[in-house]
C-alpha cells in the first residue's frame, strides 16, 4: 500500500507541475504581445507613444504619492488607536492592581468559599472612553 501512496505523490506533483507550466507560459506570451504591441505602436507613431508614456509617469508618481499619504494616515491611526487603548488598559488596570496588591499583603484568616461577588462595578475600557 506504500507504493500506491507514492504513485499519489508523484501524480500529484507531475499535475501541480504542469499547471504552473501552463501558467507561466500563458503570462510569458501575454508580456511577449504587449511588447509587440508596444514596438508596433511605436513604429507607427513614436510622438503618440512618447506623449502617452509622459501622461502615464506623472499619473503613477501621482497615485503613489496618494498611497503613501494614505499609509502615513493609516499608520498614524494605528499609532493613535494603540495609545489610546494602552491609555484606556493602564487606567482601568491601576486600581484594580492596587486593591489586589493591598488584598495580598493582608493576612488571609478565612476562606472566601461561597463568598458572594463584589457589588462594586468594574469598569470596562468602552466605559472609561466614553465618560472622557
Known sequence: ????????????????????VVAVSAALS??????IALLTAYVVSPEDVKAVYGALSGKIDAWLKILSDMTR???????????????AS?????PETSASREES????????????????????????????
Open 1 to 20: 500500500m506504500k507504493w500506491v501512496k507514492t504513485l499519489v505523490l508523484i501524480i500529484v506533483t507531475l499535475a501541480s507541475a504542469s499547471v504552473l
Open 30 to 35: 501575454m508580456v511577449a504581445l504587449c511588447l
Open 73 to 87: 494616515a493609516m499608520a498614524g491611526a494605528i499609532r493613535e488607536a494603540a495609545a489610546f487603548a494602552r491609555e
Open 90 to 94: 493602564q487606567s482601568t488596570a491601576t
Open 105 to 132: 499583603a493582608k493576612p488571609k484568616t478565612r476562606s472566601n468559599r461561597g463568598a458572594k461577588p463584589s457589588s462594586r462595578p468594574v469598569k470596562k475600557a468602552k466605559d472609561v472612553a466614553q465618560s472622557s
